[in-house]
């Protein structure tokens, strides 16, 4: 075993917790700020740390000898905990479900045009909170709120684990809308994503229809099949697919 990239991990929390190859056949890499709370150690907006980052790895160079040419590209920083990812495959957009400290989770988007930027995006932990100032009751947002007007946006996700772009048949009336999940709550929301200038629309709470007897509790992730269709995974032990209620 050729061990060729290695990250220190300075805390026991924020390992990064996803691993996803996206439609370009990169290997994308999130990692967390590395750990405790607040950030101590500046890792989010700190260029030269590796933490607090998403990573894209070009896995074909590891059939070659040269290992240092397959070095990562950093795409986005300012992440705290990017917990889970996944690409629309249809549009080929990067979604990813970032875990806030204890006021605000966040989606962020991210297109295949700014993925292929030089500049990554920066998604603003730790002096921003989502959209909020984190530490201070004011700080400049403007390098951020640039970035986010074309590739990004943010939700109130509450420990999101997030889910998928719904590209499915059997419901074929939500196509195109992003789930996502509360692990604390068991809440399912989804929203639209259109891009500016109103970049989300239709967000709606599922609960009440998905899970009206309350039955739903731990909620740890979601998975796609070939088909499209949305699986929500409990640490219960059980798996549940989205199904229109006239499905067989």
Known sequence: M???????QPYANHNGGHLAFGPDRYLYVGLGDGGSAGDPKGNGQNRNAKLGKMWMFDVD???????G???PRMIALGLRNPWRYSFDRATGDLWIGDVGQNKFEEVDVLSAAARASATPTNFGWNPIEGLHCFREPTCDQRAVHAARSSSTTTATAARSPAAYVYRGKRAAALAGRYFYADYCTAMIRSLKWNGPPEPVTDIW????ALDPDERLANLSSFGEDADGELYLLSLDGDVYRFDPATAK
Request: overall charge negative; proline content about 0%; charged content about 30%.
């Open 61 to 67: 160079i590891f059939d070659s000898l040269d290992l």
């Open 205 to 208: 709470d599922w609960r009440a």
């Open 69 to 71: 040419a397959g070095l």
């Open 2 to 8: 050729v061990r060729f990239w290695s990250v220190e």
